[in-house]
């Protein structure tokens, strides 16, 4: 089991910048890979970016690329996605997400076992 919380969402207006927080505890922390999903009103989940477990893959949706920056800390069990020059349409809920799997498609959101609660991260025009 892999529990996950997420935290450091909030307010903030065009072009600026939020940290996201995604606290893991259970399994082992370098056992599975962590990623980062998002969820408007009235749209479906979709894939951000994600981490693979020994910290040396990222990969990221091409909407937030060189905005977005996903890191992975061993010793607090930690992942952080650190969001720069946001822009309204990055308003959604964020999920973070653990996956126990090595391979797949990890921009699917049935690759993943494990959801955080979520967090609001709303941008202003």
């Known amino acids: 089991q892999v529990q996950l919380v997420e935290s450091g969402g909030g307010w903030v207006q065009t072009g600026g910048s939020l940290r996201v927080t995604c606290a893991a505890s259970?399994?082992?922390?370098?056992?599975?890979?962590m990623g980062w999903f998002r969820q408007a009103p009235w749209k479906e989940r979709e894939f951000v970016v994600v981490?693979?477990?020994?910290?040396?893959?990222?990969y990221y949706a091409d909407s937030v690329k060189g905005r977005f920056t996903i890191s992975r800390q061993y010793g607090k069990n930690t992942v952080y996605l650190q969001m720069n020059n946001l822009k309204p349409e990055d308003t959604a809920v964020y999920y973070c997400?653990?996956?126990?799997?090595?391979?797949?498609?990890?921009?699917?959101?049935?690759?993943?076992?494990?959801w955080g609660q979520g967090t609001q991260v709303t941008v202003s025009s």
């Open positions: 981490v693979n477990w020994s910290g040396g893959s990222t």
């Open positions: 259970g399994r082992p922390f370098g056992s599975y890979a």
């Open positions: 997400a653990a996956s126990t799997d090595y391979s797949g498609n990890y921009y699917s959101t049935d690759f993943y076992d494990y």
